[in-house]
């Protein structure tokens, strides 16, 4: 099966960048979707990026022009940089790997982004 682990979240400053990185492991076909998600406390958690394994992206009206999702096949990560860091980016951001309709997700890596 599929396993997650995400790195990258801390404590920055408004303006500041952060590059969050999501390893995939296990018995992963080629062929899958890999999204980020975020949530804060009391809220739905909501689709931030995703990328296919083509390369097409799309991303949440509130990160464009900021936020950037990539991925590297050959490690099985996905990565998103985060640049213009507002206060209100901060949450608990997830990895999600969509693989044969299942999806999978990380244990999620905080996000803190100080005014």
């Known amino acids: 099966q599929v396993q997650l682990v995400e790195s990258g979240g801390g404590l920055v400053q408004a303006g500041g960048s952060l590059r969050l990185s999501c390893a995939a492991s296990?018995?992963?076909?080629?062929?899958?979707?890999m999204r980020w998600y975020r949530q804060v406390p009391g809220k739905q958690r909501e689709l931030v990026a995703g990328?296919?394994?083509?390369?097409?992206?799309n991303y949440a009206d509130s990160v464009k022009g900021r936020f950037a999702i990539s991925r590297d096949n050959a490690k099985n990560t996905v990565y998103l940089q985060m640049n213009s860091l507002k206060h209100e980016d901060t949450a608990v951001y997830y990895c999600?790997?969509?693989?044969?309709?299942?999806?999978?997700w990380g244990q999620g890596t905080k996000v803190t982004v100080s005014s």
């Open positions: 296990g018995r992963i076909f080629s062929i899958y979707v």
């Open positions: 990328i296919t394994s083509g390369g097409s992206t």
């Open positions: 999600n790997l969509e693989l044969i309709n299942v999806n999978y």
